[in-house]
T-cell receptor, first 115, second 115 residues
């Protein structure tokens, strides 16, 4: 078990460009979460999946953001037409859900800088 | 909506001493989970300790223990025999027991450990 992995670890992009991040959860974890963390703040929930179904989206997730989890395995988070306010650390976490416990295991994050 | 408040942006403790980090939360739920997560510099977030609200006994994990006061909605973390490796950001987090299993985090407390 290699833990939750995220790719890339760092991304620098120009305002207006599209970016896509990938998260690979711990194998067999059926729940996957995306959070955003800005400097000096705690992580804020963006969205979560149970298997391939996206069950909840935060109001923070504007229509420029889209997340997918095809086949209930890895997940991607895409930001279209990036803005400077999108600069943050994007964290992914996974868990087994209620039956298997409730701990969320976090990945190392993708740090996005929009110039 | 649930909120989590950490009123100590920074704390400092000498090696081998004890330190207590404070957390208060607001919820109308009667059953929920509370967590303390540790985020070392440039490293991923890891779970330190968790508490189920229905349990009256305070959780302990080696040098880490909590003081859970349900009526006061207070959930403090005590670190005994502090070590240099304890230096990190510590986040208090709340989660309901329902299917919406997102974590709500506080703003964090930066803990420095000095010799």
């Amino acid at each position: 078990d290699t833990g939750v992995s995220q790719d890339p670890r760092h991304k620098i992009t120009k305002r207006g460009q599209n970016v896509t991040f990938r998260c690979d959860p711990i194998s067999e974890h059926n729940r996957l979460y995306w959070y955003r963390q800005t400097l000096g703040q705690g992580p804020e929930f963006l969205t979560y999946f149970q298997n391939e179904a996206q069950l909840e989206k935060s109001r923070l997730l504007s229509d420029r953001f889209s997340a997918e989890r095809p086949k209930g395995s890895f997940s991607t988070l895409e930001i279209q037409r990036t803005e400077q306010g999108d600069s943050a650390m994007y964290l992914c976490a996974s868990s087994l859900g209620r039956q298997g416990g409730y701990e969320q295991y976090f990945g190392p994050g993708t740090r996005l800088t929009v110039t | 909506a649930q909120t989590v408040t950490q009123s100590q942006p920074e704390m400092s403790v000498q090696e081998a001493e004890t330190v207590t980090l404070s957390c208060t939360y607001d919820t109308s739920e009667s059953d929920y989970y509370l967590f303390w997560y540790k985020q070392p510099p440039s490293r991923q977030m890891i779970l330190v300790i968790r508490q189920e609200a229905y349990k009256q006994q305070n959780a302990t994990e080696n040098r880490f223990s909590v003081n859970f006061q349900k009526a006061a909605k207070s959930f403090s973390l005590k670190i005994s025999d502090s070590q240099l490796g304890d230096a990190a950001m510590y986040f208090c987090a709340y989660r309901t027991t329902g299917t919406a299993s997102k974590l709500t985090f506080g703003t964090g407390t930066r803990l420095q450990v000095t010799l």
